[in-house]
């Protein structure tokens, strides 16, 4: 056991924040290096470079600053707390400004040209992400995909943490990776490309075209271990066929999916459907039996995927709002349900100046129509304010206008990620007025909606590429175009899927003559953190819940041939006679045809072929601890069970 050659009251801290944060030794992997100088001169005798490894979030840290091992070994994993504590959101004031000064001292050093030995450490803030918690579905997720080359399908309801865990992937991963979306907005927001461009797709591509493409770089698409697909649910099936012919023609093995790379794909299923113009409607008639990307060919080839579902929801607290919203989801929604979700219809709701709501609307004419309205109500000095565009940024794809128009009193969404953590892309705010200077850009003035006063200067989103650099020997992404504006725009009102992925207090929701989109009507309801917060500018009726059946069948069947891989009929037959004999209570994790899940504790009582409407199938029945009463049910349908205890 090394002795620490730092005081026992640093020793003492640093053992409590390691508890606290529950990072346990066995989760450390902790290896002593050598430091040499060039050419192999015995810079030092003994192993003073100490490296570490955080097993659960793949957080690596490198110390040699110090000559002591002891030393070093101590800073390493003051480091390794400091990084966990960012990431879980619990950094002190105190650590913030000891890593900014140390940050400083480094510019210095830099400036100054000195050569010095120094941790690995990058100090300088990382943009800022929401705190991830390494929760079951976190863990399961991160394993498969930094530690497996399995294909694997991520899903969650809304607010599961889906893009959270996205950007810690991608800010540890130790793998070549290409992360895409669908769309321009969606390839900003994730620091990524899209599809098309990545692979070089014309808007018209088709699986036989893709044959005829020559890509300009061969060689990254060769040295990638993963593609990471995000908002998979706007991915078209021949799209991704598209993707797994020319990864087969382009990658590393001509005969495996996707030319044997890794496709990791995250997104809801429930939320934003494939769009499909009027022009393509007959190839998914004909060829395909459904836009959706698990339609596509290459699933009838072999390809299979792992199926992880983030359960854990942060953006509701209420057990009794979440039910509601999961009935919606999955239309399963019952009388009672829909009445106290009308609850909310409030025909004289008016709202109060600072309350920060905002209107959801299914139309862009609808939302702007408002916007338009709302600004026009200022008596007020209007201020413009004009972009800048450089290289390879298409127009479509800017976040926010390329001359944006507010006044003092307009409320305003921010559409970025403050590096200060003081609002986040969605949030709300109003402007409090413009701050002139001759020698910089204007600043405007918010109020953030917790009242907080925020100075906004402009900010810049990068589109990127990735590309094999071979100095490197590695896949890089570089950015090849930017747009400079104020990262904000008029909020008194957003389209329903434009609010995909944020999060509002206080939402009145209007869905004008009725929703039109498969999910729209879960994904405007799911904004909202509490049932209280949501206003419904019109009574919502069971008609507009849309939601497409082959979706629901697709995600439900899936699962069912998962389970069965896992542990086949006969074996979970064998298991459940086995618990009648012992008496053994189980708890079961039971998939309904709707793709509802329920948790259940129950006391088998006897297994069999049973029969309902006329259909015959492998039978369970058993005393529901949950229910309080003997249930029946379809063995083949339950997705995992073990031993209560």
């Known amino acids: 056991m090394l002795t620490f050659a730092v005081s026992e009251e640093k020793n003492r801290w640093l053992k409590e924040k390691m508890e606290s944060l529950n990072i346990r030794e066995g989760d ?8 040499s100088g060039k050419g192999g001169q015995k810079v030092n005798k003994t192993s003073t470079c100490v490296y570490i490894k955080h097993i659960p979030t793949g957080i690596e840290v490198k110390c040699m600053e110090e000559r002591s091992q002891s030393i070093n070994r101590f800073l390493a994993r003051r480091e390794l707390v400091e990084r966990i504590e960012r990431l879980s959101g619990k950094l002190t004031i105190a650590d913030s400004k000891r890593l900014k000064a140390k940050k400083q001292k480094q510019k210095r050093q830099k400036r100054a040209k000195l050569k010095h030995r120094a941790t690995d450490i990058d100090l300088t803030p990382a943009p800022a992400v929401p705190a991830l918690e390494l929760n079951e579905g976190f863990c399961s997720a991160l394993h498969v995909m930094e530690d497996t080359d399995r294909h694997v399908f991520i899903t969650g309801r809304a607010g599961t943490g889906k893009s959270t865990l996205l950007q810690h992937f991608r800010q540890n991963t130790k793998k070549a990776i290409a992360v ?46 993963a593609v990471v697909i995000d908002e998979i649910s706007m991915v078209r099936a021949d799209i991704l066929d598209c993707v797994d012919i020319f990864l087969r023609l382009h990658g ?6 996707f030319g044997g790379i890794q496709m990791i794909f995250i997104g809801d299923l429930y939320q934003l459907p494939p769009v499909v113009t009027s022009r393509d409607r007959a190839l998914f008639m004909d060829y395909y039996k459904s836009p959706y990307f698990f339609a596509a060919r290459v699933f009838e080839k072999g390809f299979a995927m792992e199926f992880i579902e983030l359960e854990k929801v942060y953006r509701q607290k209420d057990e009794h709002f979440l039910k509601l919203l999961n009935a919606i989801r999955n239309n399963t929604a019952t009388d009672e349900d829909m009445r106290e979700i009308n609850s909310r219809h409030i025909p004289e709701f008016r709202e109060k100046s600072g309350d920060f709501s905002i209107h959801l609307t299914t139309t862009n004419n ?38 944006i128009v507010v006044k003092t009193g307009a409320q305003v969404m921010l559409l970025n990620n403050d590096s200060a953590g003081r609002w986040i892309n969605g949030s709300l705010g109003k402007i409090m007025g413009i701050e002139k200077s001759d020698d ?15 100075e906004v200067a402009p900010y810049t989103w990068e589109m990127y590429k990735f590309s094999y650099d071979k100095n490197r020997g590695a896949v890089v992404s570089e950015p090849v175009g930017s747009f400079t504006q104020y990262p904000l725009k008029l909020a008194w009102a957003v389209t329903i899927h434009k609010s995909q992925g944020m999060t509002f207090e206080r939402a009145i929701i209007d869905i004008g003559r009725g929703t039109f989109s498969h999910g729209q009507l879960y994904v405007a309801l ?29 995600v439900t069947k899936y699962q069912y041939r998962l389970a ?14 086995d618990a009648i004999k012992t008496g053994k209570q189980l708890e079961i994790v039971y998939l309904k045809t709707k793709d509802e899940k329920s948790k259940r504790v129950v006391t088998p009582l006897s297994v069999g072929e049973l029969e309902y409407s006329g259909k015959k199938f492998p039978g369970l029945k058993a005393f529901c601890l949950n229910r309080g009463e003997e249930r029946v049910f379809h063995i083949e349908r339950i997705l995992e069970m073990r031993v209560k205890g």
Request: proline residues 4%; charged residues 35%; aromatic residues 6%.
């Open 366 to 403: 609808l939302a702007e129509g408002i916007n338009i309205k709302k600004l026009a109500e200022i008596k007020d000095k209007e201020y413009r304010f004009t972009g800048a565009l450089e290289g390879n940024f298409e127009t479509k794809d800017l976040p926010t206008g390329m001359e």
């Open 564 to 577: 069965e891989k896992r542990q086949p009929l006969q074996e979970k037959i064998s298991f459940l006679e």
């Open 28 to 35: 450390i992997i902790e290896k002593f290096i050598r430091s």
């Open 440 to 454: 910089a850009p204007d600043t405007i003035m918010v109020e953030l909606s917790d009242g907080e006063i925020a």
């Open 180 to 225: 895409l979306a669908p769309t321009g907005v969606a390839a900003v927001n994730v620091r990524g490309q899209t599809i098309h461009s990545f692979f070089n797709f014309k808007i018209d591509i088709t699986p036989d075209s893709v044959k005829k493409i020559r890509p300009r770089n061969k060689t990254v698409y060769k040295k990638l271990d």
């Open 526 to 554: 799911s904004r909202c953190t509490t049932l209280e917060g949501m206003i419904l500018k019109q009574p919502v009726a069971k008609k507009n819940i849309l939601m497409d059946r082959r979706v629901v069948e697709f």
């Open 252 to 257: 590393r093995e001509k005969a495996a999916s």
